[in-house]
């Protein structure tokens, strides 16, 4: 399994960056994915996920900023951020999130991550 993020960098606030992922070694269009991102000081946060079906779920804080999808053509899946903040200045990983919905927040269970990607939100 391969995980690879990009598409992070610095960006003014109120900017936008879309970051990708691409996948490899296990088969993408059926495996639920996940966005979580680890701010400095702060724990890993569980931000979004799409499932095969093409459901999508967000975290409250990022609901109408954030949008998820995914290309199982290309075997990626992407995270669209608008209106970015200071705040949302992290290292951010996507992951094979869980087949039960139920646990999509469970992060210590994720066992596939990506290597992350750093995005600054300053001016």
């Known amino acids: 399994v391969q995980l690879v993020e990009s598409g992070g960098g610095l960006v003014q606030p109120g900017g936008s960056l879309r970051l990708s992922c691409s996948a490899s070694?296990?088969?993408?269009?059926?495996?639920?994915m996940t966005w979580a991102r680890k701010a400095p000081g702060k724990g890993l946060e569980w931000l979004s996920a799409?499932?095969?079906?093409?459901?999508?779920y967000y975290a409250d804080s990022m609901k109408g900023r954030f949008t998820i999808s995914r290309d199982n053509a290309k075997n990626t899946v992407y995270l669209q951020m608008n209106s970015l903040k200071p705040e949302d200045t992290a290292v951010y990983y996507c992951?094979?999130?869980?087949?039960?919905?139920?646990?999509?927040?469970?992060?210590?269970?994720?066992?596939?991550w990506g290597q992350g990607t750093q995005v600054t939100v300053s001016s």
């Open positions: 992951a094979i999130a869980p087949r039960n919905r139920l646990r999509v927040k469970r992060l210590d269970e994720y066992d596939y």
């Open positions: 070694g296990f088969i993408f269009s059926s495996s639920p």
């Open positions: 799409i499932y095969s079906d093409g459901s999508t």
